[in-house]
Nanobody, 122 residues
């Protein structure tokens, strides 16, 4: 079992930056990849990006490329989502998820955090 807790969300103006954190506890020695997803009101959960355990592979959604950066510090059991040049359309609840095999689909990830709200004002 892996427990995930996101933090770092908040209200920011368009063009601003935020860094989200995803802290893991439990069986963190199992080599889990971590993914970031977001869900806006009335919309389906959307893939943002993921990072493998080693950090050797990082994949981003087109909407995140060039603006978002995923990194991880395995010594701290924490994965980060650095977001810059934020737009109002980035407003959503952001979730991190963990599993051994990463995927763009949210349906295959077994472990999820509770989410953190990001609101970008225009």
């Amino acid at each position: 079992q892996v427990q995930l807790v996101e933090s770092g969300g908040g209200l920011v103006q368009a063009g601003g930056s935020l860094r989200l954190s995803c802290a893991a506890s439990g069986r963190t020695d199992s080599g889990y990849a971590v993914g970031w997803f977001r869900q806006a009101p009335g919309k389906e959960r959307e893939f943002v990006g993921y990072i493998t355990w080693s950090g050797g592979m990082i994949l981003y959604a087109d909407s995140a490329k060039g603006r978002f950066t995923i990194s991880r510090d395995n010594a701290k059991n924490t994965v980060y989502l650095q977001m810059k040049s934020l737009k109002p359309e980035d407003t959503a609840v952001y979730y991190c998820a963990a599993d051994v095999v990463p995927s763009r689909s949210p349906n295959v990830w077994r472990y999820w955090g509770q989410g953190t709200q990001v609101t970008v004002s225009s």
